[in-house]
């Protein structure tokens, strides 16, 4: 028995015992239900930094509370081990990826294992191992097969200095991060996922998950479906030509009164006036800069435009209006070009204004009850009184009801929209239509260190340069050794195409002279399935087995950065319908409820960034205080969905907490020596214990674990003050050690031993509150299943249905019946009953 705190000598002793003891492997509860908590795969940087440490605090919380509620939880994890940062820093300090890598991932689990994560090791996998980008190729040529990878051309940033694409990131303001040369724009071959052919399926899957609305918010406007109409403005004096919009608001098109196309759109190049020519080619050059440089945010951008000089008519009112070009129409996007209509359109009224455009108005709120011309065009946002009168800041953007719109006058918008629609499809000049936001992922990458694309091209067999997939008895197509000096020179062509020996093969149709294809995949893609890996790991027939999918599948609880939120997050839900429809799982959605944790400020209140020299080390601070200190700290600073402040007084005072709870069971143990436990009596501190175990319990449910830290800080204080029965502290002291156990797992494991218990604290069962101790705070409710009485849980008293809900799914016994069901609808009748309606 130790009489003071020492983080340095119990932490290490009991991360040794729970990994000689394999206390975290998963599947050692067959016939309990499963619970599949994860954190995101982190790429090993040699060091773990705080914004990890945040995140598995969370996920070790949530599993270690899993397991003690009775679940068989599955907490794995692994590495994101290949990537740009390995092969530039090869590049910079001549050091193969494959030498640091290995040594990065030693160092990064280390930090992982001082921190007390409670982590399946048996489960960890790497990326960069060929056993498991086999299986990227795998799924690359069981996509071949089905359409969903084709080979296009694609635009790519190039430095002709260096004679080499560069990735986004390796793009400074315009300009070759390596030595500085202006990066002009070029288009080459790429391979593509189709990942558009599942648009709807991505949005219709969102209203099934738990998601932060914030990130099902990104990923919708990602994907960005729009119903509307294309219609075809022709051009002056060019029969049979004619510029195809669309546009989601068939209702305005009488105020239509100019089109904005995209600065590389075809038309423009063919038609403009030569005069213009050279004009138009600088401004698209220009917006293409822009948006390699500020990507999506160049939408956000000052609107910009030129005037191209062609001439378009209006096909609904015949009246000629100009063509322009305008940095914010895409020409991915529809057609490349929109029919403007700056009194409805607050993008297009901003323009109309800069560059003096007519701007006329024709929907009003269906609330103008006089129709005068005055009231119309204010509520269409700009006055129609002459050239003295103003224009208003705003246009009317809502629906409403149409004037001086022909024969469509009077109509609400929402039967204009059809009835336009329907009339431009009667003359045939347009067509419903529906557009997505969302391109297919290129996936094609000039790089070293990444997954070898099993591609082929034969001159006799292929000679178009399709590409020959490999057979799966060649699976997998190594990467090469190399000597990092003469092949990542980040100069010239890609790494792989300089290894003649690699890149010359023989053809899997006629065995002759074949060449591998030279590029890798983007590690974003072995990111998208690493989850579904953990399930089986070690399996060398299939990615993993269907027994195993089925007893996991989905991740009940994800935990990573909302900065994932619309391209790891969107291509791993794309890749888990691809699997099903493949056969290897059943679900379609990869995780049923994502957390996504606010970022760490250091101590001058601005995130944390090695540039400011703000950076505080999990290292640092477990090396100091101990690991239990640091994951208080770090679940106690905010909510987990919020960002925190860094404050070394916090942590000290954490710190202190520890101390003290540490000095109170060690105080009290003459008290309570020879005694067994509660002996029923309902007294005060009996009470206050079990309304913190209802009070925990319920806070861990929320993942409020700022709020639970502050409940025990409660109880320890009310221990401390108890004179009363041995009993009853005895019982308090234990429950106190049994809940703060997810949070600070080692001092509780050792003040576990102190209190002269034997089992092992991991797994003990989560305590249970009395109901008769609790009854002013809670109440006990059954739960059925499909009508059938599957079990009784503690609900709060101010519990709303929701929570009901919750609190009753999460219990192991119903959560066993709700398993692999999908469930339809959920009846609650507050203190009598729960029904979930499963199928």
């Known amino acids: 028995m130790q009489d003071r705190y020492d983080a340095k000598e119990i932490e290490p002793r009991w991360q040794d015992h729970w990994a000689k003891n394999d206390l975290f492997r998963a599947g050692t509860r067959p016939g309990a239900p499963k619970k599949y908590v994860l954190a995101m795969l982190p790429y090993p940087s040699g060091e773990m930094h705080m914004g990890h440490a945040r995140v598995y605090s969370i996920t070790d919380v949530l599993a270690r509370y899993a397991r003690k509620r009775g679940f068989d939880v599955l907490h794995p994890f692994g590495w994101d081990s290949f990537g740009l940062p390995a092969e530039n820093a090869a590049i910079k300090e001549g050091v193969h990826p494959a030498i640091r890598t290995p040594k990065n991932i030693q160092s990064f689990k280390q930090d992982v294992i001082s921190l007390g994560i409670s982590v399946d090791w048996s489960t960890e996998i790497a990326t960069s191992d060929p056993a498991y980008y086999r299986w990227n190729q795998w799924f690359f040529l069981r996509m071949l097969e089905r359409g969903l990878v084709y080979r296009r051309r694609a635009k790519v940033n190039f430095c002709p200095s260096c004679n080499t694409v560069l990735a986004n990131e390796q793009v400074e303001e315009g300009r070759c991060w390596r030595c500085g040369s202006v990066v002009v724009e070029r288009e080459i071959p790429e ?65 239509a009164t100019y089109v904005a196309a995209a600065p590389d759109h075809p038309l423009v190049r063919e038609m403009a006036p030569a005069a213009k020519k050279a004009e138009l080619q600088a401004f698209a050059e220009k917006v293409r800069r822009a948006a390699k440089e500020v990507g999506e945010g160049a939408q956000a951008a000052e609107k910009e435009g030129i005037d191209t000089g062609i001439r378009a008519k209006n096909p609904f009112t015949g009246k000629e209006v100009p063509v322009w070009v305008a940095n914010f129409v895409l020409s991915g996007y529809g057609t490349g070009a929109v029919m403007a209509v700056p009194a409805h359109d607050q993008r297009d009224h901003e323009f109309a204004l800069k560059y003096g455009l007519p701007i006329t108005p024709v929907v009003r709120p269906e609330t103008e009850a006089d129709g005068s011309a005055g009231g119309r065009a204010e509520a269409a946002g700009r006055s129609i009184g002459g050239d003295s009168e103003p224009a208003r800041d705003k246009a009317y953007t809502d629906y409403g009801v149409l004037f001086d719109s022909g024969e469509f006058t009077g109509m609400p918008s929402e039967q204009a929209r059809l009835a336009i629609a329907a009339e431009a499809q009667r003359r045939g000049i347009g067509q419903p239509a529906v557009n997505y936001h969302l391109r297919d992922w290129g996936v094609s990458r000039q790089r070293y260190w990444g997954t070898p694309i099993p591609i082929v091209y034969c001159p006799k067999d292929d000679p178009e340069g399709k590409g ?93 950065g909302p900065e994932h939120a619309v391209l790891h997050l969107l291509y791993f839900r794309f890749w888990t319908k691809v699997m099903q429809e493949l056969g290897l799982c059943s679900v379609d959605e990869p995780a049923q409820k994502l957390v996504t944790q606010g970022i760490v400020k250091g101590r001058d209140g601005e995130k944390m960034s090695k540039s400011k ?144 218990r034997s089992d092992e604290l991991s797994l003990r069962h989560w305590p249970e509150a009395d109901p008769a101790l609790v009854v002013d705070d809670a109440y006990q409710i059954a739960v059925q299943v499909n009508g059938k009485l599957r079990g009784e849980v503690q609900v709060a008293a101010t519990a709303n249905d929701s929570e009901i809900r919750e609190t009753a799914s999460r219990d192991p016994k119903v959560a066993g019946y709700l398993q692999g069901k999908t469930i339809k609808k959920v009846v609650v009748i507050p203190k009598r009953l729960v029904n979930f309606v499963v199928a």
């Not at 002279?513 to 890798?520: G, I, K, L, S, V």
């Not at 974003?524 to 399930?535: E, G, H, I, K, Q």
């Not at 436990?677 to 309902?682: E, F, K, L, Q, S």
């Not at 409660?714 to 234990?734: K, Q, Y």
């Open 613 to 756: 020299g703000n950076v505080v080390s999990p290292r640092e601070i477990i090396s100091e205080y101990g690991a239990d200190t640091a994951r208080l700290f770090i679940l106690f600073a905010a909510p987990a969905e919020k960002d925190m402040d860094w404050s070394d007084e916090q942590v000290q005072g954490q710190h202190r907490f520890l101390g003290r709870i540490w000095r109170l069971i060690h105080g009290s143990l003459p008290k309570i020596a020879g005694v067994s436990g509660a002996n029923g009596t309902a007294d005060e501190l009996r009470r206050r214990t079990h309304k913190t175990i209802l009070r925990v319990t319920q806070q861990l449910e929320r993942l409020q674990f700022n709020t639970a830290i502050s409940s025990l800080m409660e109880l320890s204080n009310a221990a401390t003050d108890w004179t009363g029965d041995a009993a009853s502290l005895r019982e308090c002291l234990e429950v106190l050690v049994q809940l703060l156990a997810p949070f600070a797992p080692h001092i509780s494991s050792e003040l576990w031993r102190e209190l002269g």
């Open 468 to 560: 020959i997939p490999v057979p799966d008895s060649q699976l997998p197509v190594r990467l090469p050794d190399i000597d990092v000096k003469e092949v990542l020179t980040g100069m010239g062509e890609p790494p792989l195409a300089k290894v003649a020996s690699w890149v010359n093969t023989t053809c899997p149709i006629c065995g002759g002279p074949a060449r591998r294809e030279a590029e890798t995949m983007d590690t974003f893609v072995d990111s998208t399935w690493y989850w579904a890996r953990y399930l089986d790991p070690h399996n060398s027939r299939e990615p993993f087995s269907r027994e195993q999918a089925d007893r996991w599948m989905p991740i009940d609880v994800y935990v990573g």
């Open 191 to 255: 391979w593509a996922f189709r990942i558009t052919a599942y648009a709807d399926k991505l949005l219709e899957g969102l209203q099934r998950i738990d998601w932060p609305e914030r990130v099902v918010a990104m990923q919708r406007n990602w994907i960005g479906r729009s119903d509307g109409l294309e219609i075809e403005f022709p051009l002056k004096g060019k029969k049979g030509t004619a510029f195809r919009v669309f546009t989601t608001r068939a209702d305005t098109i009488f105020g």
